[in-house]
């Protein structure tokens, strides 16, 4: 990870890198295969969990409108 001069983390270093580390696996996919790139990566992160969560909320809105 990207450190300062003073060893502290640099944030924007660090959001550049991972960018670029996303555009180098995700450049050559179709519209669909960038969308399920996407949901995979955000379907099993370090955030599952709250994307279940939202995942499952959204479906029970949606249910819950067309009754």
């Known amino acids: 990870m990207p450190k300062t ?5 640099d944030c924007l270093a660090f959001k ?3 960018q ?5 696996e995700t450049k ?3 519209r669909d295969e960038f ?3 996407f ?5 099993t992160g370090p ?3 709250l994307w279940s969560a939202i995942s499952t909320r959204r479906r029970s809105d949606l249910t ?3 009754a």
Not at 5 to 9: A, H, I, L, R, W
């Open 20 to 24: 670029d580390a996303i555009y180098e």
């Open 39 to 43: 949901r995979k990566r955000a379907a």
């Open 35 to 37: 969308r399920a790139y």
């Open 28 to 30: 050559a996919l179709s």
């Open 16 to 18: 550049a890198e991972v």
């Open 5 to 9: 001069n003073d060893g502290s983390f």
């Open 64 to 66: 819950k409108a067309g």
């Open 47 to 49: 955030f599952a969990h």
